[in-house]
């Protein structure tokens, strides 16, 4: 059964840190190329960052770019979101997702989807 949990959510005051994991089980993470997504109130699910499976290739949506980093331990099975500088507008359910090894033009799997974890920022 493939399952990919994130974790490290919470609430936060704008300008600080927060860093999200994404570790999976029954799916080996170093085949594919990996993927944060967020969805906010209102809003459809937009694309924040994609890593390919070594790490060498990354693409990061404008408005995330030189504060979020992604990176990925495959030893672990395990990404990461690095969020720092957060903004009110910041405030989203994030999804980490397991797809192809174009993260500029990075598509998810349908099937390999995180249930989400909330990041709230205050202002």
């Known amino acids: 059964q493939v399952q990919l949990v994130e974790s490290g959510g919470g609430l936060v005051q704008a300008g600080n840190s927060l860093r999200l994991s994404c570790a999976a089980s029954?799916?080996?993470?170093?085949?594919?190329?990996m993927g944060w997504f967020r969805q906010a109130p209102g809003k459809e699910r937009e694309f924040v960052a994609a890593i390919n499976w070594n790490g060498g290739s990354i693409y990061y949506a404008d408005s995330v770019k030189d504060r979020f980093t992604i990176s990925r331990e495959n030893a672990k099975n395990t990404v990461y979101l690095q969020m720092n500088s957060l903004k009110h507008e910041d405030t989203a359910v994030y999804y980490c997702?397991?797809?192809?090894?174009?993260?500029?033009?990075?598509?998810?799997?349908?099937?390999?989807w995180g249930q989400g974890t909330q990041v709230t920022v205050s202002s």
């Open positions: 029954g799916l080996p993470l170093s085949s594919y190329g």
């Open positions: 997702a397991a797809g192809d090894n174009s993260p500029r033009y990075f598509k998810p799997y349908s099937a390999y």
